[in-house]
């Protein structure tokens, strides 16, 4: 698959990049998508969820009625479940959500969603560029140029440029990461993929 580089500007250069038929033009694996997307939001949870039971409850352990005779249910404790103020039952205790997922599982699972965009002809080739200084008027002209200011986009390059990154980092829709830090989760949040010409050889290494 050919597709046309453009620049940040918007023009064409009039040049095509050759996307890898390996990584951009495979069959979709949807079952492997659907782990590797479960796997990366069971790994952001912080789990530190904590009710108190019975056990963690302060007070007194003084018995606060009789056994018998009263006509009402037995109560033991000012702690008791069935109590205002009482223990919960089987709360939410802290816990670790994260599970292990195999690297060719995940590796799978991003080319498919690389070749998903492919399809959907959601993936535009920049040229490499740079900015001066770090400036979100800059970029957002950028997003502007290429008629995507409104769409979610993620920019992927091949090493962290620290200006670009700063300039984009107060758009809420606007995303950038590296070749290296591409995740099957962020690809699909986003509407457009923009790659950087040179990110190409990056990702075709790392997923490859």
Do not use: W
């Not at 404790?77 to 109590?83: A, E, R, Y």
């Amino acid at each position: 698959m050919e597709l046309a580089i453009v620049q940040h500007t918007g023009e064409d250069t009039g040049r095509k990049a050759q996307l890898a038929k390996d990584i951009f033009g495979i069959e979709p694996n949807e079952h492997a998508v659907y782990l590797d997307v479960r796997h990366i939001l069971a790994n952001r949870r912080q789990g530190t969820h904590k009710s108190k039971e019975r056990a963690d409850i302060k007070g007194s352990t003084r018995k606060i009625m009789k056994q018998k005779g009263t006509g009402n249910a037995r109560k033991g404790s000012i702690k008791s479940p069935i109590l205002r103020g009482g223990g919960r039952v089987f709360g939410p205790q802290p816990r670790d959500y994260s599970f292990k997922l195999n690297k060719k599982v995940k590796k799978l699972a991003r080319r498919s969603t690389l070749s998903c965009k492919a399809q959907e002809q959601h993936i535009t080739i920049l040229e490499d560029f740079s900015l001066e200084v770090p400036k979100t008027k800059q970029y957002l002209r950028i997003l502007q140029n290429l008629s995507l200011s409104d769409q979610k986009t993620l920019l992927i390059l091949p090493t962290a440029d620290h200006h670009i990154v700063l300039a984009s980092r107060n758009l809420p829709q606007a995303q950038v990461i590296t070749a290296s830090q591409i995740n099957t989760y962020d690809l699909l949040n986003a509407q457009q993929l923009l790659i950087s010409e040179s990110a190409l050889e990056a990702i075709a290494q790392n997923l490859s």
